[in-house]
T-cell receptor
Framework: EAGVAQSPRYKIIEKRQSVAFWCNPI?????LYWYQQILGQGPKLLIQ????????DSQLPKDRFSAERLKGVDSTLKIQPAKLEDSAVYLC?????????????FGSGTRLTVV | AQKVTQAQTEISVVEKEDVTLDCVYE???????LFWYKQPPSGELVFLIR??????QNEISGRYSWNFQKSTSSFNFTITASQVVDSAVYFC?????????????FGKGTMLLVSP
């Protein structure tokens, strides 16, 4: 079974530029999560999708962050404009149905550096 | 609200020592799940264990063991005879099972450094 794929692996941008990250979850997984992990901290949930609908985006800074999951499969997370404090690893995860007995599988993440 | 506390920011041990990583959680739900993940320097999150709130049996997997105590809201992780390859950041996480959808909430992590 293929894992959760994310790209790019690394990205360096200047502040005020825009950036987009891509995630391809495990085939058949209905639930997709984007987490932000700032250096030295645990991952923090940004947004959770069930199929192509958003079920939790309470911690997503909506003035600059946006995410979509067209057709309930791949997802993109965008930051526009980026700030220095957005430097972090952005992790995508998927789950069969969003319930813990089925677990969560994480991708390798995208490391973003904003200079 | 849910919260996971990993009070130990960093632990350093010498190879072959035993080490315990602490995790304390808060939840109002009676049904919930606890997880431990390992994050090596390469960055990926590696699943180690999942435990539901109704199963208080301790578990052992090779050199790893987990002690779940609902009375103290703790889910501690012990590595026996540590090895250099155990060096990583370890995260404890909590997921509540709601009628709707669940979310995984992480602690801040404990960095384990095992020296030869």
């Amino acid at each position: 079974e293929a894992g959760v794929a994310q790209s790019p692996r690394y990205k360096i941008i200047e502040k005020r530029q825009s950036v987009a990250f891509w995630c391809n979850p495990i085939s058949g997984h209905a639930t997709l999560y984007w987490y932000q992990q700032i250096l030295g901290q645990g991952p923090k949930l940004l947004i959770q999708f069930q199929n192509n609908g958003v079920v939790d985006d309470s911690q997503l800074p909506k003035d600059r962050f946006s995410a979509e999951r067209l057709k309930g499969v791949d997802s993109t997370l965008k930051i526009q404009p980026a700030k220095l404090e957005d430097s972090a690893v952005y992790l995508c995860a998927s789950s069969l149905d969003g319930q813990p007995p089925h677990g969560y599988t994480f991708g390798s993440g995208t490391r973003l550096t904003v200079v | 609200a849910q919260k996971v506390t990993q009070a130990q920011t960093e632990i350093s041990v010498v190879e072959k020592e035993d080490v315990t990583l602490d995790c304390v959680y808060e939840t109002r739900d009676t049904t919930y799940y606890l997880f431990w993940y390992k994050q090596p320097p390469s960055g990926e999150l590696v699943f180690l264990i999942r435990r539901n709130s109704f199963d208080e049996q301790n578990e052992i997997s090779g050199r790893y063991s987990w002690n779940f105590q609902k009375s103290t809201s703790s889910f501690n992780f012990t590595i026996t005879a540590s090895q250099v390859v155990d060096s990583a950041v370890y995260f404890c996480a909590l997921s509540e099972r709601n009628s709707g959808y669940s979310t995984l909430t992480f602690g801040k992590g404990t960095m384990l450094l095992v020296s030869p």
